[in-house]
């Protein structure tokens, strides 16, 4: 059964911050860079068919380039385009500028200001869980007991600029993990849906710093025009 990445998890999970724009400039999402590793590791889950061996488990850093999951068979997405539109997605919920949209050719556009993004880590961790009795654990998961474990670890940075001034005007960075247990009758698929849900969570976070952050540079903005407007000519 394959899965992908599905944003918003929740339509009903995005920050609302305003109902109407708060800052007037315009944005333009760069594709992120992706700064992962490269390492998928599946040698180890062979493990639980031993004897005496109460699990496998098997490491992901690109669970998207990945063919084994505890329940599902294979990942679709794409970390630089999707995280991007991501971001886009809750920038727009968020209410806080004007225009937002994403460049797929990372160009800025006629944009004010660029949202650049950094993915360092999409880390899959699961386990299956033999119980010490190999390939008669099927049993066992029949009867309720669980199948297996799936952690799913998200890092990623944003920073927004100006590309007038080439200056940062914004920062963060989110490092989130979510961790479930699952079973033939729970969680079944759901090894990777944790991405999706980190990355509303972290966006929803990290909103409520831009909005402050939009305001004071709304401020200052508004300041620097009305200095140049009031500027006497020289004689």
Known sequence: MPAEFTYPPDSEGLIRISEKPRARPSVAVLPFKDARGKRN???TFWICFLPLAPY????HERPDTARLFNTVSEFSFDASHDMAKAVVT???ESGLFEGVYFS????QGGADLVMYGEVSRTLYRGRTYTYCVSIAAT???LLGLPVGDSTDTLDFSLVLKDPGTGKDI???RSRMSKRITQGFYYKWGDDVEGYAELMAEAMNEALEGLDRTMAAYHVHSNKARESVGTEEPAP
């Open 170 to 172: 914004w920062q963060c």
């Open 56 to 59: 496998g488990f098997f490491v």
């Open 104 to 107: 797929s050719k990372g160009e």
């Open 90 to 92: 809750s920038l727009r």
């Open 139 to 141: 049993a066992l998961w």
């Open 41 to 43: 590791s599946m040698k």
